[in-house]
């Protein structure tokens, strides 16, 4: 067992963190402040070859493993989680479902500019009636004279309202299966089709420089070709673009604890009071030694779930773990790292206050903590 980056990780570790701590950092707190989606950030990560960083080499300058991608994401989550967040809900899962399960057309047709970084993908799952009850999914989609015509509602999606966006992948009931139950299906809606409307963006307590919003379709007709994969295997494709996802987003809340930890440790070392700087209390230095502990437990899960995707193996069980315990751990972080700038950390300028408000939808987001635990319990057997 060997828990050193190989040459190819540090590159990109190098690569993101860099680009983080000189493109990002300086001007992030404007972004979030203003509500704004920091289109020049995004299309300077896909000239870096952020957004192809999964995929083969012939949809774009990628052919790199998961490790490498989750190493990015935790680096840019570092810094900044509404830009990682941006990147994951691109890449994992509006990229992915094409990559898995798509024509070679569709792959080259909208999963190259993806992968080039170019344009930006998302994924309509998730309702007003229901977010983990993906059986309870009330959006339809029927075939009328060669075209799926789709009626429904998505809600809290990302990226799918930027001058960037593309197109999203809807999750549909597209009839009832033979032994009961509801067929679903999965169809590519490119952004500007007649009958598919964007919202304007929610106004969020966290994640601000990210593009959420709800999304409308009333008799929306595409392709029959526009389907992904075999019609009604959209259920199984959910499951399995989730599972990747949830790997991905356990390097985010990674990143996040570990931002905290960066900028407590950096303000403990400056921040005086009774004669000396507060990293000399054994409270403040408590406090700064459970989030390392965390840090560096949160990153050796995500990796080992990251290390069996590339291998092949299952994962389902180690990516719930992952994105439960770090995800919690980040929540913490940003607790306990506001506690430690004090009075400072309340004002919403400073970075720690960022980093606070960003956390919370991390124990949300492609699976609650309490769904979560349903799957791991299930898992076990239990």
Not at 40 to 49: M, N
Not at 54 to 67: L, Q, R
Not at 121 to 143: I, W
Request: net charge neutral; aromatic share 8%.
């Amino acid at each position: 067992m060997n828990f050193d980056l190989q040459e190819q990780h540090i590159a990109v570790q190098k690569l993101v963190r860099d680009f983080a701590q000189k493109e990002i950092a300086p001007v992030i707190a404007r972004y979030d402040e203003a509500e704004e989606f920091p289109t020049d950030i995004i299309r300077k990560l896909g000239e870096l070859g952020i957004m192809g960083l999964p995929f083969p080499e012939k949809y774009g300058d990628g052919g790199a493993d998961t490790i490498s991608y989750v190493i990015a994401l935790e680096e840019l989550a570092r810094v900044d989680s509404s830009v990682g967040i941006t990147i994951e809900a691109d890449v994992t899962l509006g990229g992915m479902p094409i990559f898995l399960y798509g024509t070679e057309e569709q792959k080259r047709r909208l999963l190259t500019p993806l992968a080039q970084g170019k344009t930006l993908g998302a994924f309509g799952l998730t309702e007003p009636s229901g977010g983990s009850d993906n059986r309870g999914m009330q959006s339809t989609a029927s075939v009328q004279n060669e075209n799926w015509v789709i009626n429904g509602t998505k809600c809290f999606i990302t990226n799918a309202g930027t001058e960037m966006s593309a197109f999203v992948t809807v999750a549909a009931v597209t009839g009832a299966r033979p032994q009961g139950g509801k067929e679903f299906s999965t169809i590519l809606v490119p952004t500007g089709t007649p009958g598919y409307s964007v919202s304007k963006p929610y106004k969020k307590m966290g994640w601000r420089a990210s593009d959420t919003r709800e999304l409308r379709f009333d008799d929306c007709r595409v392709p029959e070709a526009n389907l992904i994969g075999k019609r009604g295997a959209g259920l199984r494709q959910f499951m399995v673009v989730l599972d990747r996802g949830r790997v991905a987003v356990a390097a985010l809340c990674t990143g996040i604890a570990q931002g905290c930890l960066d900028l407590s440790h950096a303000y403990a070392k400056q921040r005086v009071a009774f004669g000396q700087s507060i990293n000399k209390f054994q409270a403040i230095q408590f406090k700064l030694s459970d989030m390392a502990v965390n840090v560096e437990l949160a990153r050796l899960i995500t990796y080992k779930a990251a290390f069996l995707q590339d291998k092949g193996a299952p994962f389902t069980q180690e990516a719930a773990m992952a994105k439960l315990f770090s995800s919690e751990i980040a929540v913490k972080a940003a607790d306990e790292g506001l506690q430690i700038h004090g009075g400072y950390g309340f004002m919403r300028e400073t970075p720690i206050n960022r980093f606070y408000r960003d956390a919370k939808v991390m124990t949300i987001g492609e699976g609650t903590s309490e769904v979560l635990r349903m799957v791991i319990a299930r898992n076990m057997g239990v």
